[in-house]
């Protein structure tokens, strides 16, 4: 089994990839200011894996990380990217991240992204620490995301607008997703005295 030594780690990459979650913020803003409290540097990559194969990469400083926890979405923009699941595109990001000097990477995300960096791992030896944001819950090993009980909170305060909709209306309700419908369903169970 491939090892590595965390002493030989100088510069770290952070990096929220798939789809935005509440909280991907302040998760990046911890690493950024933990990493700077013990003398490591920060690089943020830009829009996940597809910040890999374009270089996008910013110097992250404490500055960098002030006022962001409250901000919606992810300051580093995460993304999808269909190319990462081709042997040769991880190739290119290995040696794009190795260029800027990136020793390790800290993925926030959710399953997609876990099995982009499990197989950068594989493939590159490239440490990697995954902090699971997914507002899906859907991580082996985790009772809760970051991202989840946030969404369920938000889905109960419009399961009770539109309950209280309802009441004063003839119309329906329809789900057109089943991750809406689980989330949704999440709030709608936790209101007393709601049928669903």
Known sequence: MASFESKNIKTIGVYASGGDAPGMNAAIRAVVRTAIL??????????????????EFLSMELRSVANIIQRGGSVLKAGRCPEFLDPK???SAVENLRSTGIDALVCIGGDGSFTGAKLLWQEHKLPIIGIPGTIDNDIYGTD????????VIAGTTHALTLQYQLNSSQLGITVSSALVGTILGAALASIPGQRI
Do not use: E, S
Not at 38 to 55: A, C, D, H, S, W
């Open 38 to 55: 013990r003398n490591l540097r920060v690089v943020g990559i830009v829009q996940g894996y597809t910040g890999f194969l374009k270089k």
């Open 144 to 151: 809760l995301t970051i991202g989840f009980d946030t969404a």
């Open 89 to 91: 595109f991880r190739k």
